[in-house]
């Protein structure tokens, strides 16, 4: 059994900084890409940043300059350290991981439970 546990999340002031950790744990073989998603009060969920097995990083245009997504492999844990932060951030931050819970088995996404921030003005 696989679990993905989101933590760092709270209440902070505007201009203020998290940040976000995400652990995965159980019967894992290798993980490929992790990364980080929010949904915002009566918004779609979307994506914040994501860290591929190759190095590459992906960001949202509005969190570039602001966000910075890392990762320890060794630890299966993905990282979001968030800066400069806005009320517009103000969501369920999510956390996923590509992963393989075997040699032969192909790449299942999952999902952490969420963890909230909630940003003041």
């Known amino acids: 059994q696989v679990q993905l546990v989101e933590s760092g999340g709270g209440l902070v002031q505007a201009g203020g900084s998290l940040r976000l950790s995400c652990v995965a744990s159980?019967?894992?073989?290798?993980?490929?890409?992790m990364g980080w998603y929010r949904q915002g009060p009566g918004k779609q969920r979307e994506l914040v940043a994501v860290f591929a097995s190759g190095g590459s990083t992906n960001y949202a245009d509005s969190v570039k300059g602001r966000f910075t997504i890392s990762r320890d492999n060794a630890k299966n844990t993905v990282y979001l350290q968030m800066n400069s932060l806005k009320p517009e951030d103000t969501a369920v931050y999510y956390c996923n991981a590509d992963l393989k819970i075997s040699y032969s088995g192909g790449y299942i996404r999952y999902w952490g439970q969420g963890t909230q921030v909630t940003v003041s003005s």
């Open positions: 159980g019967s894992i073989f290798s993980i490929n890409a």
